[in-house]
């Protein structure tokens, strides 16, 4: 492109560069020496669902390599890693994050999930109760604790320094879930890690502890949803308040490409892997028949995002814009 002096643009803009080079060069000094202060994202996503407000919190986030050994185990590496580009992701990395949801009823406040709790604070996790705080919400004024299932990543934060980390709160979770994990045979073999962790975080809380199957109301307008699979009681609750709704699908599906894309993939961490695909398609296809958002805790921040269903089978994601206030 030529202007009508017969200079480029190109040389136009390169002749303003050296102007103001020349500028800064005759005596004015540089204020521009802050230095680098690494990525920053919002761990924070506060909305309003009818009466009720919302809000994800970002525990931390932990990068691991070879999707194929999570994602798609069933699969060939090849297979798993042309999803992966075809998606725009790298595909020897995976990135998971950690997402608990909070919900201020106006009457109750309910935390859903508590991420890993301070043994993970070295590697930047476990930023559940700060991140409450800085929401606005002293770990005080949690009313309920929900636990949709007891893996570490969800039960680490209940206790701090081996005390209660929300010390007003009452507990609830899945009897299914509760009684898996709380039976003595458990203490041994491939389900000791977890077994342990509950006998420290759940077990000194149980006083306190409401035990709920599907269908079951946590308060006025949030239910429990079956979402066998992943773990044995393993549970989603559906939350709706003034006709607006919302699915908390907690680690029914845990990539927004891979585990929604490809429901029926096999996924290391599911425990009994038929039944966790058949509840994805069964939980996410409502959600993409109903065109509700849900928020699941493993996709990325803020968590939120919503359902198209795919003539494969399977589902896009479409992560939150502007749809919730
Ligand atoms: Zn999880």
Known sequence: MTTTTGISRRSLFATAGAASALALAGGVPSRAAAPKAGPMRPAIYRFALGDFEVATLLDGQAVRDNPQSVFGTDQSVETVSALLEQNFLDPAKLKITFSPTVVNTGAEVILFDTGLGAGARGGGLGQTRSRLEAAGIAPEQVDIVVITHFHPDHIGGLMEDGTPAFPNARYVTGAVEHNFWSAEERMSGPTARVAKLTATNVTPLNERMSMIKPGDSVAS???????????????????????????????TSNHFVLSLQRPDWEVLFDMDKGRAAATRKSV???IAADRIPFIGYHMPPPAIGYLEALSSGGFRYHPVSYQLI
């Open 221 to 251: 307008g949030i239910e429990a949803v079956e979402a066998f699979g992943h773990t044995p009681g393993h549970m989603a609750y559906h939350i709706e308040s003034a006709g607006q709704r919302l699915m908390l699908i907690a680690d």
């Open 284 to 286: 996410l296809g409502m």
